[in-house]
């Protein structure tokens, strides 16, 4: 949808720098998110089904450069997000390991200077495969009981598929019509058997070309770190933080200068509801950022069930 107060050479041209400012948004909008927040990654018995149900809401606004010539000084979008994740946890070798699957839903609006678009479907899906590097043994449920939470470290590999709806002509898209690999590491160290875990994740997105817009990005770089602590033995809470770089677009090989140099910072908490299920809640915002990179904040809520 969009408004008939522009005349339309203006609105071509205020739509054009949308289409470039908007470039770096794809990966962000199109993303579920599969960390995020503090103990994302504890340990499971083998030969289970994990599911999560991920619903969030961001909101962004970014400048753009020259943009007031064409009444676009800026561009908000908000994103409102759902995904499911279907993990089904295996025995690797003696170790903790898992292959997933997230699905997600994605509802875009933007609007910049009287221009307005909307688009809703299924995103691009995800397939991970994850394994335990040490600290986490694949156990039983029955050794599980027994079992005491210590120190660990796991890689996972996610691989996004450009499965999405995609439309060149369309402004936002729900689907990224790139692949994008995605690996994470990350270090849990708990120094009194669970009930403290302070946290490290260290992730690259590499992302393919979008060749509908020639467009290209460099590698992503995140790093995230997160501190819990158990107020009770149902209730924990979290600092969380996560700092962006890297990351810059190329349309037709012209750098956007729009690199990430960004720290977030938010705070997060979990409560226990019953056997083997878990709700938590997590809320950030940008805090330090580059001219060229939005202003955003973002409050998700994920349930996850152990079968």
Known sequence: MQTTSFKKTRLRTGKKIVLIACSFLAGVCTQPAYAGKARDYLNAPKNTWVTFYNIGYSTYVTPVEGGEDFG??????????????????????????????IVPYLNLSLEAGGYNTQQAGVGDLSFALES??????????????????????????????????????????????????????????TPNAGKTWLEVYGTTKLFSDNTATETAQDALILFEGHASQNITNKIWLSVDSYYNVGGETRLAGVAQDNAADTLRLGLGAGIRLWKGAQLMLNYDQVVIKPDSQPDGKSVRLTWAQVW
């Open 72 to 101: 676009v000084p800026e561009i908000g979008t908000n994103v409102f997000s759902q995904s499911v994740i279907i993990t089904r946890v295996l025995d690797l070798w003696g170790r903790t390991g898992g292959v997933s699957v």
């Open 132 to 189: 335990n590097i040490f600290g986490a043994p694949a156990l039983t449920k029955a050794e599980f009981k027994n079992w005491t939470p210590e120190t660990f470290a796991s890689v996972h590999l996610v691989l996004t598929a450009p499965t999405g709806a995609y439309n060149v002509e369309n402004t936002l898209n729900v689907g990224s019509n790139r692949w994008i690999f995605t690996p994470t590491i990350n270090y849990s160290y």
